[in-house]
């Protein structure tokens, strides 16, 4: 048996009145995941456990089989093991976002104007981050430097009472509200206000403004862990696998599930993803393991841009590319299974992630379902002949359990 994951990030949503009081994923033309639907178990699964922030680190953390109530530190940890950065058993990781500060005409009140920095490049990005450590690292902070916006930050024997906001929850909002607050917030502020006169004085800054696009002129440090300790995903199910995706975190989450992380060219985390790639890599390892995991982040950017219209094209291009590209590739195999769903939601309205329930599927080669009328988006709520799984760790259990 041959199992693999397909995860839109951020794929579901809620109704929206520029598109008739349809969501985008109601819009968007998806044979593929319809096809899937019509065909395979169908449900709902609520990914973020009560309490919990809807972030995409508790969320694939559920979808992967953890309990994150059992399993869950925080999110920088995993980008840290996605880069390569090995922490210690004091070490508090931080991500490190680079971002586009407005500010008023007096110059005295600043805003969230850009979470990403008009999705700075990653060379680009590394030049800030090299200067920032030569300029505010110390023997307890080391910056290190990631993909394009999303970067790390250690503090050794730092603190992990601050909270912290999300600088994409706080989109257009005046800053001064979310700066960190609690024990350590000194250290974390002073490190956000002195990244401001490092990053506006860099080369870097300066072309980027002379060429009209948005400059990273702040650090917004948030998402803070230690870190965790995970069984395998080979001790759980007793299978080896694989993970794509082009985000530090979720492959983070692969490398302490025990997955192997395929390198893909061309993979961005944005619109101009290389789709085909993610799904063909996948298939190919599927030759040698029994699971694929295969995330996209495209659409998840999308919500947070309030963009409708970039949406649709990403859950468009997911379904075709991605979606369309496994249903013809997987068919050699002779036994496999699919599980097709969003990580979480991300509506265009709010420009961040919610916690409601999100569509799966559940699709297996070996007993097809007749579900007349089915459509992979958010209306599957409202059937009577769905699956409903409150617990989301528990997903995974059923995806593998035989028969």
Request: with cysteine; glycine share 10%.
């Amino acid at each position: 048996m041959k199992y693999i994951v397909m995860i839109g990030d951020g794929m579901a949503d809620r109704p929206v009145k520029e598109l008739g009081g349809k969501t985008p994923l109601e819009k968007a033309f998806t044979p593929n995941m319809d096809k899937l639907a019509r065909e395979g178990t169908i449900g709902m699964v609520r990914t973020i456990p009560k309490g919990f922030h809807p972030g995409s680190d508790v969320a694939n953390l559920s979808i992967l089989g953890y309990d994150p109530a059992q399993y869950y530190t925080g999110r920088a940890p995993f980008e840290a093991a996605s880069m390569g950065v090995g922490l210690k058993e004091k070490d508090v990781a931080y991500r490190c976002n680079l971002v586009t500060l407005g500010y008023d005409k007096q110059m005295a009140r600043a805003h969230m104007k850009d979470y990403c920095a008009g999705h700075i490049s990653t060379g680009e990005a590394a030049e800030l981050i090299k200067e920032l450590n030569a300029s505010l690292g110390s023997e307890e902070i080391t910056f290190y430097p990631g993909v394009s916006y999303r970067h790390l930050m250690v503090w050794a024997g730092g603190s992990l009472g601050p909270e912290c906001t999300p600088p994409h929850d706080i989109l257009d909002k005046e800053v001064t509200d979310y700066l960190p607050v609690g024990e350590g917030e000194e250290t974390l502020r002073d490190l956000m206000l002195r990244s401001v006169g490092v990053l506006e004085a860099h080369p870097v800054n300066k072309k980027r403004v002379e060429s009209g696009r948005r400059q990273a002129n702040s650090i917004w440090l948030w998402g803070q862990g230690k870190k965790p300790s995970l069984p395998s995903f080979t001790q759980r199910y007793g299978i080896k696998g694989v993970m794509v995706s082009a985000v530090d975190l979720t492959k983070g989450l692969g490398i302490y599930a025990g997955l192997e992380i395929l390198k893909v060219p061309g993979v961005t985390g944005y619109l101009d993803t290389n789709y085909v790639g993610k799904a063909e890599y996948s298939l190919n390892a599927l030759e040698r393991v029994d699971f694929a995991y295969i995330h996209v982040e495209a659409p998840d950017e999308a919500g947070h841009s309030g963009n409708c219209n970039d949406k649709i094209k990403a859950i468009e291009d997911f379904d075709a590319l991605v979606v369309g590209t496994v249903l013809r590739g997987i068919k050699p195999f002779d036994e496999y299974k699919i599980l097709l769903l969003p990580d979480h939601a991300t509506p265009v309205e709010a420009r961040t992630h919610t916690e409601e329930p999100v569509p799966f599927v559940l699709y297996d080669s070996r007993q097809k379902k007749d579900n007349k009328g089915a459509r992979f988006d958010e209306t599957l709520s409202e059937r009577d002949d769905i699956v409903r799984i409150e617990e989301g760790f528990r997903l995974m259990d059923y995806f593998m359990k035989e028969g």
